[in-house]
């Protein structure tokens, strides 16, 4: 029988599940190739180093510099399934012309195959994921009735757009599932210690307790108690921040989604039984799934179908450098109460939710034009769930609206005004979200209104942003907020 080589994101038993003759290799070059977040670090390690041991004799574990050394010393061909970079897919490729991968296989991570995607997608002139959602709800009888979304409607999105509760310092829902560390993270913790302190290891952000899943058990208890406990309350409120809430009503399931742990058709059926159960509502259902079988596997495909030139693009011309207080996770220099509080988190957990990722640091990123194929290294390297696969449609695409609008329709920039509606953050800030002139005026409310002037020629085509492009012309203070914007630079705001 030939041996399974798993990648470290490949590690649930969908992808292994004869669970014999198995090799998981743990390299130090592909550990220390990026500046990583420490925590992210410590989640690979700790979710190979706990499969190792759930596998026991089955598994032949390598500790190796590279994956090709690692090659060498299992002295025998071996298969893989589809791994989830091109850098890594170049390489099993390569090994497959040497004769040390003897084959590919389609990827159980996914529930769509690849060359179904390419089929599905075919002559369209745009991959909207609308579109893909529907075919994803159709084709896995999720939430439909024959060809009819059930409920009458196949979005529920203007239902899950509420602000925080006004006066609550947090959401008030039961709190996440919460893992326990077991020996195996103190020493993945001592060894990180080490290679930093001997090796030289180069890491970003704070240590910190494990607060997501990397076990199969873990994964099923955080994914139990977020559709019987949490689901509900995330659908209207999965838009909304709170200061004090970092977690909010989020269900902290793509670390262990990534790693491989859960598969997004069992997440997603899991979460239709809570809507039959009685435990969530159908917006709340109906959005969770979107971004499980919808969002998340539509980003997979762009991925692949776009190919590696795709994170380059730079349709706005954004050229901006990112600054160091932005690359170090310098929150206590930032003043601005929203930005200071986001990158606080990145910088403690290596983790925010998509809306605070979105519409504070992509918004941000956005209004000073930072280059955003470097914006993409940054999000892929300083998030706990940032893999190759995940980040540039996310980044390029949705949040930077770089590739000439493939994936939006608009570009994802706003001033104070959402932020204030959004978050409890505006209240206590030294800057006035109504305010885009002066000492005191938001730099995101600024910021927009630049964003506007400096782009004005590239977004001139799209009849969504016609209105506000018009709307800057009304603006008697338009020279005056470019200029201050322009003298801000790469100043923390």
Same mark, same amino acid.
């Not at 709307?471 to 338009?478: A, E, K, S, V, Y």
């Given at each position: 029988m030939t041996r399974r080589w798993l990648f470290a994101d490949q590690l649930g038993p969908h992808f292994a599940p004869g669970r014999d003759g198995v090799l998981l290799v743990e390299s130090r070059a592909a550990l220390g190739r990026r500046r990583y977040h420490r925590q992210k670090l410590h989640l690979v390690l700790s979710a190979l180093r706990h499969r190792a041991a759930e596998l026991g004799d089955s598994a032949v574990v390598l500790r190796t510099d590279t994956y090709g050394e690692a090659l060498a010393e299992i002295g025998e061909p071996v298969r893989v399934y589809e791994p989830t970079s091109h850098a890594a897919d170049d390489f099993v490729r390569r090994r497959l012309a040497s004769g040390e991968v003897e084959g590919i296989d389609p990827t159980p991570g996914f529930s769509l195959p690849r060359e179904d995607f390419a089929q599905w997608? @075919? /002559? *369209?002139?745009?991959?909207?994921?609308?579109?893909?959602?529907?075919?994803?709800?159709?084709r896995l009888d #999720?939430?439909?009735?024959?060809?009819?979304?059930? @409920? /009458? *409607?196949?979005?529920f999105d203007e239902d899950n757009r509420?602000?925080?509760?006004?006066?609550?310092?947090? #959401?008030g829902v039961p709190a996440a599932y919460r893992p326990r560390e077991s020996d195996i993270d103190a020493e993945v913790r001592d060894d990180l210690d080490r290679w930093t302190r001997e090796d030289g290891l180069e890491t970003v952000g704070e240590d910190g307790p494990r607060l997501f899943a990397?076990?199969?058990?873990?994964?099923?208890?955080?994914?139990?108690r977020f559709v019987t406990h949490r689901l509900g309350p995330f659908g209207p409120h999965e838009d909304a921040m709170l200061r004090g809430d970092w977690a909010m009503a989020h269900s902290l399931l793509s670390v262990p989604l990534n790693l491989g742990l859960l598969s997004p058709v069992e997440v997603a059926e899991r979460a239709v039984q809570a809507l039959h159960d009685g435990d969530a509502p159908l917006a709340s259902v109906e959005?969770?799934?979107?971004?499980?079988?919808?969002?998340?596997?539509?980003?997979w495909h762009v991925y692949w179908h776009a190919g590696p030139a795709y994170r380059r693009r730079n349709g706005l011309g954004a050229r901006t450098a990112l600054p160091a207080w932005w690359g170090e996770l310098e929150a206590e220099r930032v003043d601005a109460a929203c930005l200071s509080d986001v990158l606080e988190g990145v910088r403690d957990r290596g983790w925010v939710h998509h809306i605070p990722r979105l519409m504070v640091l992509g918004n941000w990123a956005a209004?000073?034009?930072?280059?955003?194929?470097?914006?993409?290294?940054?999000?892929?390297?300083r998030f706990v769930d940032g893999y190759d696969w995940v980040m540039p449609a996310n980044v390029v695409g949705m949040s930077q609206h770089a590739d000439g609008g493939a994936m939006a329709t608009k570009p994802y920039v706003s001033g104070g005004a959402y932020i204030d509606r959004m978050s409890d953050y505006c209240g206590g800030c030294r800057y006035n979200p109504r305010k885009r002139v002066g000492d005191d005026a938001c730099p995101f409310t600024a910021g927009y209104w630049a964003y506007l002037d400096r782009n004005a020629d590239r977004l001139e085509g799209n009849h969504r942003m016609a209105r506000p492009l018009q709307?800057?012309?009304?603006?008697?203070?338009?020279e005056a907020l470019v200029e201050q914007e322009r003298a801000r630079g790469d100043s923390p705001p």
């Open positions: 997608a @075919g /002559g *369209r002139r745009r991959l909207r994921m609308d579109d893909f959602y529907r075919f994803q709800r159709q #999720l939430l439909v009735e024959g060809d009819r979304p059930v @409920g /009458g *409607r196949w979005s509420e602000p925080p509760p006004k006066g609550a310092d947090t #959401l990397v076990t199969r058990r873990e994964a099923l208890a955080a994914l139990e959005g969770f799934v979107r971004q499980v079988i919808g969002w998340r596997e539509y980003v209004q000073r034009g930072y280059d955003p194929d470097a914006l993409t290294e940054w999000f892929q390297t709307g800057r012309h009304r603006l008697i203070d338009l």
